[in-house]
């Protein structure tokens, strides 16, 4: 069985441009929550989905958004980019309930330049 | 106060010694405990969940104190692949909310 997959695995982007990333969950997980990452650091919850709902959002600002589709994949969105969101951007799904298991994918690296 | 806190180490030990990590958590209405396990540019990994009453697992052993709001993890008869860095996880409350609080991670290195 696949796991957690992300898209793209590497980007480079400018300050000021926006950036998507993707994320396909385990199957028959409907729960998938993003983290960012930067070096140095554990890794820092920025939203869980749920059912197509948002269900959790950390302390992000409002540049950070995300969605989730139908097929219980997710779209992270971040506009106006600054250098400090240069980051691992992780995604990862499990099933719904506090305590259950979550399972990261490879995470896409962010480079701001 | 942070969250979740660690010590980020290095601790450098030598191949087959026992090494203990520690952490403490902030919020004392947590509900679920684990230690995850990231190797250099890769994802988190589920090392183990903590229960309340200490589990076990091979070489891995973890502790929760709920009243002094600490976890640990020993690891015994350490392996160079043990090598990695190791982040405390601590749910956050809030319903089913599966968002997690991580520390920053304590980095071992295992000395052949």
């Known amino acids: 069985d696949a796991g957690v997959t992300q898209s793209p695995t590497h980007l480079i982007k400018t300050r000021g441009q926006q950036v998507t990333l993707r994320c396909s969950p385990i199957s028959g997980h409907k729960s998938v929550s993003w983290y960012q990452q930067v070096l140095g650091q554990g890794p820092q919850f920025i939203f869980q989905y749920y059912e197509k709902e948002e269900r959790g959002r950390g302390n992000f600002p409002d540049r950070f958004s995300a969605r989730q589709f139908p097929n219980y994949s997710s779209e992270l969105n971040v506009n106006a980019l600054l250098l400090g969101d240069s980051a691992l951007y992780l995604c990862?799904?499990?099933?719904w309930g506090s305590g259950n298991t979550i399972y990261f994918g490879e995470g896409s690296w962010l480079t701001v330049v | 106060r942070k969250e979740v806190e660690q010590d980020p180490g290095p601790f450098n030990v030598p191949e087959g010694a026992t090494v203990a990590f520690n952490c403490t958590y902030s919020?004392?209405?947590?509900?679920?405990f684990f230690w995850y396990r990231q190797d250099c540019r890769k994802e988190p990994k589920l090392l183990m969940s903590?229960?309340?009453s200490g589990n076990e697992d091979g070489r891995f052993t973890a502790q929760l104190n709920r009243a002094s709001q600490y976890i640990s993890l020993l690891i015994r008869d350490s392996k160079l692949s043990d090598s990695a860095t190791y982040l405390c996880v601590v749910n956050r409350v809030g319903g089913g909310a599966d968002g997690l609080t991580f520390g920053k991670g304590t980095h071992l290195i295992i000395q052949p």
């Open positions: 919020n004392s209405a947590s509900q679920s």
């Open positions: 903590v229960y309340s």
């Open positions: 990862a799904s499990g099933q």
